[in-house]
């Protein structure tokens, strides 16, 4: 199977880095998407993989930068003229997310206009996600793959769920963390996993910051502890993402950010600090994650 990073960056604008996104790809030719964060659409044309031929889409919790690119991942494939409509898991909210966006809600103008088409007319369904609402447990299984997914530690669980996931597929083991601080819950999805891909938003020095501002409400992962959850669950390899943006340049982002992140010290050397506190506790293949990175399992 091959999967593709689509996006490994975080909330705000990054000219480097879009949105959280993994696509998995079988050797079969199904997709399966997790998160949909912005550019996740457009990074797939990039990478030479029709949106339209994604059949699952699973979204870990409803922070924008997981889900801010579904409503133009759907559109796009009602126009690249999709036959049916993904399947979405997602948390407790996804339901109303999705009520919300299409005919009856956001983009009701571009429905009325786009069906006067009858090509479109005719595939409407394709813009009717089949939308299922995770609890813990195994929430999608077909015939190549199996996903479960348990809570994990980030927001408050009545703002709303976060889920990590654990996705079995042509034998392999693929956990994701979304977005968490380290949880038991992420150890046992990626106990003995051919591969982890977990988030890894701030060095510890940012984190230390952010205690300071106030902003720290959004709980994470340092590089030091997520060495530790990968050791403790015997991942036999680990793909670091979900950056926040601490390794930019962009002025942009330095204004933007300096309220509650130490701007001076942004930049990309930062990723060799990053490097340096995961192998305090885990010493097995390690990779940070680009956008576009491909990684063949
Ligand atoms: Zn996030
Ligand atoms: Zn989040």
């Known amino acids: 199977m ?4 689509l996006g490994t960056g975080a909330a705000l604008p990054d000219p480097d880095r879009g949105q959280s ?13 997790l998160d949909c964060g912005e550019g996740a659409t457009r990074q797939m044309v990039r990478a030479n993989i029709n949106p339209a031929d994604v059949g699952v889409v699973v979204l870990t919790h409803l922070h924008h930068d997981h889900i801010c690119d579904f409503p133009y991942f759907v559109i ?10 993904p399947v979405l898991l997602g948390p407790k909210g996804t339901k109303h997310f999705v009520r919300h966006l299409f005919e009856d809600g956001a983009y009701r103008t571009d429905f009325i206009a786009r069906s006067a088409y009858a090509l479109r007319k005719e595939n409407l369904q394709a813009v009717r996600p089949d939308v299922r609402e995770m609890q813990p447990g195994l929430v999608y299984e077909d015939d190549e793959v199996r996903i479960t997914a348990l809570h994990v ?3 408050p669980h009545e703002v709303c769920e ?4 654990r996705v079995e597929v042509e034998g392999k083991v693929i956990a994701f963390s979304g977005d968490t ?10 106990r003995d996993a051919d591969l982890l891909i977990h988030e890894c938003t701030f060095p510890q020095s940012f984190i230390d910051h952010r205690a300071k501002t106030g902003v720290g409400t959004y709980a994470h992962t340092s590089p030091l502890g997520l060495g530790k959850i990968a050791s403790e669950s015997g991942a036999r390899s680990v793909v670091a993402t979900h950056f926040g943006h601490f390794d930019s340049t962009s002025p942009v982002l330095k204004r933007a950010a300096g309220k509650h992140l130490p701007t001076e010290l942004m930049g990309p050397h930062l990723l060799e600090e990053v490097v340096a506190d995961i192998r305090k506790n885990y010493d097995g293949p390690l990779r940070l994650a680009h956008d576009l990175m491909r990684i063949d399992l």
């Open 162 to 165: 976060c889920f990590g996931l």
């Open 181 to 190: 601080k380290p949880c038991a819950a992420m150890v046992e999805l990626a």
């Open 2 to 5: 091959k999967i593709t990073m």
């Open 153 to 155: 530690d980030h927001l």
């Open 76 to 85: 796009s494939g009602w126009m690249l003229n999709r036959a049916t409509a």
């Open 21 to 33: 996104a993994i696509l998995i790809s079988t050797d079969s030719g199904r997709h399966y998407l």
